[in-house]
T-cell receptor, first 117, second 115 residues
């Protein structure tokens, strides 16, 4: 089975600065999708960004971007110009592209991001 | 798009009582998932349905837990009898089969407290 590891249980960043959250995964599959979800104190799980493994170009969504290193099985999230509203738990998730495992999502344990004013 | 709708938002009950959590997936989504989130175990998949049919219930902790999806727009997760260790946030999520690699869409969750 695939595993997703987030090695940083908690991180802090100063408002307006940049922070990078780490995620690594273990898989033998060649095609898959990776996601970052944000869970603020309101507890809603919000999709932040999505990456397709066969695309070499790193995904970006406004202040959020990823550094996808397929060979290293690494998928880090960079938040630029951090804002107070970015304070949340962040979860990395993996989804297979193959039909036998199509609907299985594998989640990391999460990283709590604190943003200091 | 109303999103995934869960009810109730909070539930407090006494040990031994029956608890029913409800979920309405996004219209047109053909897969529905129930997850449980705790500090100790993180996000755990309990069960998922595809076209209203349970596909994988290996995550259901024990026979006290049951889930149904009588139609494409409604699902329930029932705990009977409830125990204090069932206290957690329960999420419902739905997924469209129309787009390869689409993400899960989560509801706001139900925080269950069993005293």
């Amino acid at each position: 089975a695939q595993t997703v590891t987030q090695s940083q249980p908690e991180m802090s960043v100063q408002e307006a600065e940049t922070v990078t959250l780490s995620c690594t995964y273990d898989t033998s599959e060649s095609d898959y999708y990776l996601f970052w979800y944000k869970q603020p104190p309101s507890r809603q799980m919000i999709l932040v960004i999505r990456q397709e493994a066969y695309k070499q170009q790193n995904a970006t969504e406004n202040r959020f971007s990823v550094n996808f290193q397929k060979a290293a099985k690494s998928f880090s999230l960079k938040i630029s110009d951090s804002q107070l509203g970015d304070a949340a738990m962040y979860f990395c998730a993996y989804r297979s592209a193959f039909s036998y495992n199509f609907n299985k999502f594998y989640f990391g344990s999460g990283t709590k991001l604190n943003v200091k004013p | 798009d109303a999103g995934v709708i869960q009810s109730p938002r909070h539930e407090v009950t006494e040990m031994g009582q029956e608890v029913t959590l409800r979920c309405k997936p996004i219209s047109g989504h053909n897969s529905l998932f129930w997850y449980r989130q705790t500090m100790m175990r993180g996000l755990e998949l309990l069960i998922y349905f595809n076209n209203n049919v349970p596909i994988d219930d290996s995550g259901m902790p024990e026979d006290r837990f049951s889930a149904k999806m009588p139609n494409a727009s409604f699902s329930t997760l029932k705990i009977q009898p409830s125990e204090p260790r069932d206290s957690a946030v329960y999420f419902c999520a739905s997924l469209t089969g129309d787009r390869v690699g689409s993400p899960l869409h989560f509801g706001n969750g139900t925080r269950l407290t069993v005293t």
